[in-house]
């Protein structure tokens, strides 16, 4: 009895501490995705019980792939503010990017795969072009994106010529947005993809106590994991949900676009957390002298991240592309780049550079959308939503300022 209590009680002092050092990084400045966790419940909640429309299948379908381009192209933001940088051109360079997949589909007859391909790669050199500006150069990024965003607006009014608009004319790529898996398959890939994020996280919980190492805590991480796969059975229930008018028209399941956004997810949070070009953003976003006098290759770092921004960007634009089955002049113009820029910094990337993760991208994405969705349910006009949007973007950019402050004293 004796050797259980004492168990107890050294559980329940590491369970303090964990609460003790989180409480200890809030204080710090480290608040994370907090807001915008804390955001998306308290907005999903007042919508919920504001509109009996807001929670039903086909909002929640529409919301998703409403907000699919913008979210693309504020995961592309995350790796330049990770530098301290801005990209004011993202949003005209996935129209730009978008317009050469469709011309090369409809004029060249390219397969759409390799049409695609070749607008990411289009996408890289203008983003490899930006970044030798910035990065050799030492032109201000606000000066050399702001400049491109000017020009990617005239190349694509060029692009769509006299017509003003260049019809999609591929139904895969037009699926993307507009399609849906089958329940079955949607419950196939949910279940796979939470086992295997559960999993990957017990098996590297589990090799570093193996290795005497510093792990997180069991019931932390349990209490975390039970909660990401409520959520996660909890959308594709509600997604698997009858939302058209049978017998006419069936429309069920997950919509393609999701697979999509949490691929790209998997693979940047891959290439930022787990790669050496990952670990040399992050210092040269936080001290770029010393990341320089350490031997990181500075230049390189900055002009890849300009280059992964517009490679996203694409596509971004094959997006775009697919949910309105067409390109035009406007096509990553209005408030696309203010939306993405905005997700980015809500989800809890810092503007200052050195603090971020691309899940900040859907954190901030969906919390937008969501203001928008929900608004616009209500009866709201454009006018309030955009009052509103830029609001929660001010109290955001607040709140990273403030949260810099403290960790500045702290040290």
């Known amino acids: 009895m004796s050797v259980n209590t004492d168990n107890l009680a050294n559980q329940e002092v590491t369970l303090k501490s964990v609460l003790s050092d989180y409480v200890s990084k809030l204080k710090a400045g480290d608040i994370g995705a907090l807001p915008a966790f804390l955001g998306l419940i308290s907005l999903g909640l007042v919508f919920t019980f504001s509109s009996q429309f807001f929670l039903t299948a086909r909002n929640m379908a529409n919301l998703l792939t409403q907000a699919a381009p913008v979210i693309v192209i504020a995961m592309g933001l995350v790796f330049v503010l ?28 390219f397969p759409w795969y390799l049409a695609l391909f070749v607008s990411i790669l289009v996408g890289v050199g203008l983003g490899w072009l930006m970044g030798i500006l910035v990065a050799r150069l030492r032109i201000p990024s606000f000066v050399v994106t702001l400049s491109a965003f000017l020009a990617f607006q005239g190349i694509l009014l060029l692009m769509a010529g006299n017509g003003g608009t260049i019809l999609l004319q591929d139904r895969f790529i037009i699926a993307v947005e507009n399609n849906n898996l089958t329940p079955i398959a949607s419950w196939f890939f949910s279940l796979i993809g939470l086992a295997i994020y559960v999993g990957l996280g017990l098996n590297r919980i589990l090799h570093r106590r193996r290795k005497n190492l510093k792990s997180e805590l069991f019931k932390v991480w349990l209490a975390k994991n039970i909660s990401l796969v409520a959520i996660g059975i909890g959308t594709t229930y509600v997604l698997n949900q009858q939302r058209g008018n049978p017998p006419n028209s069936s429309i069920k399941g997950m919509p393609i676009v999701v697979p999509v956004l949490l691929a790209l997810l998997v693979v940047g949070s891959f290439v930022l957390n787990k790669t050496v070009f990952g670990r040399h953003l992050y210092a040269v976003g936080g001290n770029a002298e010393a990341a320089r006098r350490s031997g990181i290759n500075v230049r390189r770092v900055r002009t890849t991240a300009f280059m992964i921004c517009t490679g996203l960007a694409a596509i971004a634009g094959m997006l775009f592309a697919s949910i309105s089955n ?48 929900g608004m616009g349910l209500l009866g709201f006009s454009s006018g309030t939503q955009y009052l509103v949007t830029g609001g929660v973007l001010l109290i955001s950019a607040s709140v990273d300022a403030i949260s810099r402050k403290g960790a500045n004293i702290a040290n």
């Open 82 to 109: 990770l530098l301290g940088e801005i990209d004011l051109s993202a949003g005209f360079a996935s129209g730009v990017c978008g317009a050469t997949m469709v011309l090369l589909i409809n004029d060249h007859k």
């Open 326 to 373: 067409s390109i035009s002049p406007t096509t990553g113009g209005g408030t696309t780049l203010l939306y993405a820029v905005g997700a980015a910094v809500i989800g809890g990337t810092s503007l200052f550079g050195g603090k971020g993760k691309l899940r900040d991208a859907i954190l901030g994405g969906l919390v937008v959308a969501i203001i928008n969705n």
